[in-house]
């Protein structure tokens, strides 16, 4: 083959994969499980790969804040996206199609519309996410399988856009700021509490047929951390101490649900982790799953219950 010959053809497959590229992009294809990487004797995961990158996604997050509030929002919604995209390749296991593009759209439109205009104007955004999404899917292919990926749609709008439309709720009083870390402490403090007292004490099992590793030792080590974190917080930023208690409280209860709901959402569809894009953690949802609901949470028990 000659030089001519070679470069034509290759010119003739090129539109090919980017074409390939693209719909690999907004239409993942079906998540495949992978090995995790070696556990560290009883912790079950790789801790040192494990610690490194929670210490980079915390210095992200550090870094976005001190820049400006949008930053930090600019972080949110990408990381948002991302999960997305990662849900879309786990449904895709059991045939479904998640309509991405609207999705994506939604969640910057929802995020800034509840950053700059309040709850009604997020609100709208979400809903006017949940119809593009449902009519984008339905124009694609308007069978019963459509109205099926309709549905999860307008669950994925839900579950991410919205619930990241509260975290833009909470960071654009004067005080946002503040209320954001004490609402990423809160997770953490969950996360860390159950995961050391569980492997430390963890006997009975809490939810063994959605997650088998959570035991009862663990959830009340989540409390007393949570409970250490939200008290003098609250206190620190005029509220009261009972506010504080419940905000613990709460804020584990809303983590706890929102991992079991991803948990439950990886049996369902027969996966160990969202993705492999975290070593040590799973995918970015692995992440964002305990945050998601707790923001709601947050939300009502900071700026609106300490009143701005």
Request: charged share 10%.
């Amino acid at each position: 083959m000659n030089k001519q010959s070679a470069t034509t053809g290759l010119a003739s497959r090129a539109p090919g994969r980017w074409r390939d590229r693209f719909y690999r992009v907004v239409a993942p294809p079906p998540t495949q499980n992978r090995p995790p990487l070696p556990a560290t004797r009883k912790a079950g995961r790789n801790l040192p790969a494990a610690i490194g990158v929670g210490l980079v996604l915390v210095a992200l997050i550090a870094v976005t804040l001190w820049i400006h509030k949008v930053a930090f929002l600019v972080l949110m919604s990408s990381a948002i996206c991302l999960g997305l995209w990662e849900l879309a390749g786990a449904v895709a296991r059991v045939g479904v199609m998640l309509p991405l593009p609207p999705l994506w759209l939604g969640t910057f439109a929802t995020v800034g519309a509840a950053y700059y205009l309040g709850p009604e104007a997020m609100f709208a955004a979400f809903v006017g996410t949940v119809g593009v999404s449902v009519a984008w899917r339905l124009l694609y292919d308007a069978t019963a399988r459509a109205i099926r990926d309709a549905t999860v749609a307008v669950f994925a709008a839900a579950y991410l856009p919205l619930m990241a439309g509260f975290v833009a709720l909470l960071i654009s009083p004067p005080q946002g700021i503040w209320y954001v870390l004490v609402f990423v402490g809160i997770t953490v403090a969950n996360d860390v509490g159950g995961y050391a007292v569980g492997v430390l004490f963890g006997r009975h099992a809490f939810a063994p047929s959605i997650s088998p590793k959570k035991s009862t030792e663990g959830l009340l080590g989540s409390f007393a951390f949570a409970i250490a974190l939200a008290l003098p917080s609250v206190l620190a930023l005029g509220g009261q101490w009972w506010q504080g208690v419940a905000l613990g409280i709460l804020g584990v209860v809303a983590a706890t649900t929102g991992d079991l709901a991803e948990s439950l959402i990886k049996r369902d569809v027969g996966l160990k982790d969202m993705a492999s894009t975290l070593p040590g953690h799973g995918g970015i949802m692995d992440r964002l799953d305990s945050l998601l609901l707790t923001a709601p949470v947050t939300y009502l028990l900071l700026p609106m219950g300490l009143g701005g």
